[in-house]
């Protein structure tokens, strides 16, 4: 059974960077795309990244286009998220989660879409 854990958020100021790592265990993610999302204090979770299970065709919602990347090493069983010149609002639990999906089909930020989570990891852009 896939388990996802996430690791690298902590309290960054604004204008910081952070990497996100998604480590899988239980199986390989060479069959998986992998999408990363957040959820803000009083807010529903969004998608903010994902990736198709070959690495082309990354996607970004708006708010993080041109200063989030993600990628993965397969070989490493591990998904990234690279964030940079990070904004008071990226503030938020960050989680990565994957599902079966053909390359063909591209990647998905709809939520409802996936069926394996990790538990999160938060990440806090204060002065």
């Known amino acids: 059974q896939l388990r996802l854990v996430e690791s690298g958020g902590g309290l960054v100021q604004p204008g910081g960077s952070l990497r996100l790592s998604c480590a899988a265990s239980?199986?390989?993610?060479?069959?998986?795309?992998i999408g990363w999302f957040r959820q803000a204090p009083g807010k529903e979770r969004e998608g903010v990244s994902c990736?198709?299970?070959?690495?082309?065709?990354?996607s970004y919602t708006d708010s993080v286009k041109d200063r989030f990347t993600i990628s993965r090493d397969d070989a490493k069983t591990t998904v990234y998220l690279q964030m940079n010149t990070l904004k008071p609002e990226d503030t938020a639990v960050y989680y990565c989660?994957?599902?079966?999906?053909?390359?063909?089909?591209?990647?998905?930020?709809?939520?409802?879409?996936?069926?394996?989570w990790g538990q999160g990891t938060q990440v806090t852009v204060s002065a």
């Open positions: 989660a994957a599902v079966v999906r053909p390359s063909l089909l591209g990647c998905t930020m709809v939520e409802a879409s996936y069926d394996n």
């Open positions: 239980g199986a390989t993610l060479d069959r998986y795309a």
């Open positions: 990736i198709r299970r070959n690495g082309s065709g990354p």
